[in-house]
């Protein structure tokens, strides 16, 4: 048995939810937020058994898709102060993050 910890972006949630529960896989949702750009993200924590933890990557993996977005650089540009660069630069956002772990003992009551 592992727990698997699917950190995701806000925008994927929804249809990363839907997906697992479509296919039986049990899901509890966190809010949370990380990241470079400190925005909202979610945390999904699953239980999964061995045998079935390909197919829940293969989920992930299709419905947590990479993208890139504009955001306004807050870092000083040159090296003689001369202010912030004002410029958005594109950056890549999205995908999932997944931490697999054993579970030494699984309780439902």
Do not use: W, Y
Request: proline share 5%; hydrophobic share 45%.
């Amino acid at each position: 048995m592992k727990l698997v910890l699917a950190v995701i972006q806000d925008a994927d949630a929804t249809a990363l939810v839907r997906v697992l529960s479509e296919n039986a896989f049990e899901v509890t949702k966190l809010a949370s937020t990380g990241g470079f750009l400190r925005e909202g993200n979610t945390t999904l924590m699953i239980g999964v058994t061995d045998e079935r933890l390909p197919e829940l990557k293969r989920h992930v993996q299709q419905t947590c898709r990479a993208r890139t977005r504009l955001v306004a650089p807050s870092v000083p540009m040159g090296e003689q102060n001369e202010g912030l660069a004002s410029d958005p630069v594109e950056v890549p956002v999205g995908g999932a993050v997944m931490f697999v772990m054993n579970v030494a003992e699984f309780v439902k009551v």
